[in-house]
């Protein structure tokens, strides 16, 4: 299954599937602490965040088209953050 993740220093920790479905998610006291709307808006951004990873390992995989068939948008300034992040191999820095 492709998935991503996405973390905040606070303890937050999200793990979606392709079009952001949540699988897990972490909270550490210190989270907790943010109080109800800074946790909130954290995890939404958090979850965001793992979804456009998620969205564009699925994308190298299946292609744009397959994608767009299954109805999944890519969040165009996220992937060309995670996109100028990512190595083209696990061998590169």
């Given at each position: 299954?492709?998935?991503?993740?996405?973390?905040?220093?606070?303890?937050?920790?999200?793990?979606?599937?392709?079009?952001g479905?949540?699988?897990?998610?972490?909270?550490?006291?210190?989270?907790?602490?943010l109080?109800?709307?800074?946790?909130?808006?954290?995890?939404?951004?958090?979850?965001?965040?793992?979804?456009?990873?998620?969205?564009?390992?699925?994308?190298?995989?299946?292609?744009?088209?397959?994608?767009e068939?299954?109805?999944?948008?890519a969040?165009?300034?996220?992937?060309?953050?995670?996109?100028?992040?990512?190595?083209?191999?696990?061998?590169?820095?």
């Amino acid at each position: 299954m492709i998935t991503g993740h996405a973390h905040h220093t606070t303890g937050i920790a999200v793990e979606v599937g392709v079009g952001g479905g949540m699988r897990a998610i972490t909270l550490t006291e210190r989270s907790m602490r943010l109080g109800r709307a800074a946790l909130a808006d954290e995890i939404l951004t958090l979850v965001r965040i793992a979804t456009a990873r998620a969205n564009e390992r699925a994308r190298h995989v299946l292609g744009d088209e397959h994608l767009e068939a299954l109805g999944i948008r890519a969040d165009a300034e996220l992937t060309e953050e995670i996109e100028s992040t990512t190595p083209e191999s696990w061998m590169v820095r």
